[in-house]
């Protein structure tokens, strides 16, 4: 209690953001995997003295992609709430409810040999990445005539959501985003209401009476909805406050970079706070360039074309996040870490689950690292 009642007051406050990009989601994965080392090497190595990665950080943020990473990080495995009585899962994902001796009963299983008292969450790393490079191409699968598909695109949803939803469920279960094991934010936004909606685990000094719960699997669900790949989502709060729906999409389309959006969140949280850290990933900086030549006659049809990427769209994406980029370099009190780069020798698409595309963006996350290894190790310390 006297720890909670504290909180509020940290002078430090630590932030870790993941922006969005379908499939590039593999390159924060792995510079995750990463920093992950590098901290077990400060910390020479020793199980019990290794935090997992969402003990790091106060506020994990994430968008799209960012946002199943974010989720991943941060859920706890089902023996964790077992000691609730909240929740167990079984072995199929499923969940019920456990009361009495049974729930008191159980216990967590011990992580590491037993060698730390931490909470375990329920997705690895190591399981994040395999998402990607294993299971990427059942959520985004290659077709023979994929040009078609691509001008098919202009009139309909290009993917069927179900197998992204069974993997979802696969990871998630019945978690809440109050489960969360650190605070989180996750963007989305609401198409009928017209605004920015934000799904939030919240430390219990800033919680509010009508704050709402949802599913961690409609959170990364909704967060991820892009506009003509996957139809909106359609989900309500699971915590009895609401029986409204909420008609949701990607939060990309407004916070690609979800950096700034988190540090505004830590600020309400932690009013007390002086520094800021923050960790921010992304997915990739396209390297195509659109010239005066190329685009001088362009009409409608040009600027959203999924064949030349929709151009609109991309270039909205790289101004939000190069502008959040710009103001939190330049904010007293923050420590801004941002760790992106081209996507040379890459597809820049975003369902490009191929296996030549999965080698070609370990390479540019393998590039970020060889090219920021004193800012990895910067962001290290001041993360520890």
Known sequence: MLRGSLERYKRTVRILSIDGGGIRGLIPALLLHELHRRVRLRRGGRARQVPYLYELFDLVAGTS????????????????????????????????????????????????AGARNSAHPAVSLERIIEIYTRYGIQVFPRWKFSRLRTV????????????????????????????????????????????????????????????????????????????????????????????????????????????????????KMYPWARRFVIVSLGTGKRARQFTYREMRNWGYIDWVSPIKGVPLSSMTTEAIAEAVNYQLYRLPGVEYYRFNALLQGSSEAMDDASEENMDALSAVARRIIDESSEQLNGAVSAML
């Open 65 to 112: 992609t960012g946002a199943l990473i974010a989720l991943g990080l941060c859920a706890p495995a089902p023996a964790e709430l077992c000691m609730t009585g909240r929740l167990e899962h079984d072995r199929g994902g499923e969940g019920r409810l456990l009361r009495g001796k049974a729930a008191r009963g159980r216990r967590p299983a011990p992580d590491r």
């Open 152 to 267: 098919l695109q202009a009139f309909g949803e290009k993917y069927d959501a179900a197998p992204y939803e069974r993997l979802l469920k696969i990871l998630y279960g019945d978690l809440r985003v109050s489960d969360s094991l650190t605070n989180l934010l996750i963007t989305s936004y609401d198409t009928e209401r017209q605004t920015p909606f934000f799904f939030k685990r919240r430390p219990p000094h800033y919680q509010q009476p009508d704050d709402r719960d949802f599913l961690m699997r409609d959170a990364a669900r909704a967060s991820s909805a892009a506009p003509t790949f996957f139809e909106p989502a359609y989900i309500r709060p699971v915590d009895g406050h609401s029986r409204e729906y909420f008609c949701l999409i990607d939060g990309a389309i407004f916070a690609a970079n979800p950096a700034m959006a988190a540090y505004i969140e830590a600020r």
